[in-house]
């Protein structure tokens, strides 16, 4: 099983940073309305830079002046199960503290192409929903 992390981060704007152990690196992405176990809910994922992995384990403040200035704290983390990866689109199942389940993350066809949606599945491992 890989890991996974959800950072409270209180930088200029507050937002969740979703992390995913995936292929040697922190997979990230900036979720400004924090993740949400409600199938009904669609939650904007900026798609951000790939983190090492030590920082899986990250709470603190970043001094001023440096690349996310603010606080950071770990608002969840635990194992997943990576269920469906293609080009634009995963689905995890997570075994965390607040977030438990099946997730995905697909990608808009929007200029920039960073941003994904955030979505709790309503199924299990073998439906998609």
């Known amino acids: ?64 002046g440096q690349y996310g200035a603010g606080a950071v704290k770990i608002w969840d983390r635990g194992e997943y199960e990576l269920l469906e990866r293609e080009e634009g689109f995963l689905r995890v199942d997570l075994k965390g503290d607040k977030l438990t389940g099946p997730f995905k993350l697909i990608k808009m066809n929007w200029e920039g192409g960073d941003k994904w949606l955030l979505i709790k599945s309503r199924k299990g491992k073998k439906a998609d929903g």
């Open 1 to 64: 099983m890989a890991r996974f992390v959800v950072q409270e981060h209180h930088a200029t704007h507050l937002h969740w940073d979703f992390r995913l152990e995936m292929d040697g690196v922190l997979k990230s992405w900036a979720v400004p309305k924090g993740p949400s176990m409600d199938p009904s809910v669609k939650r904007l994922a900026v798609e951000v830079e790939d983190h090492d992995l030590d920082y899986i384990d990250f709470e603190g403040d970043i001094e001023e």
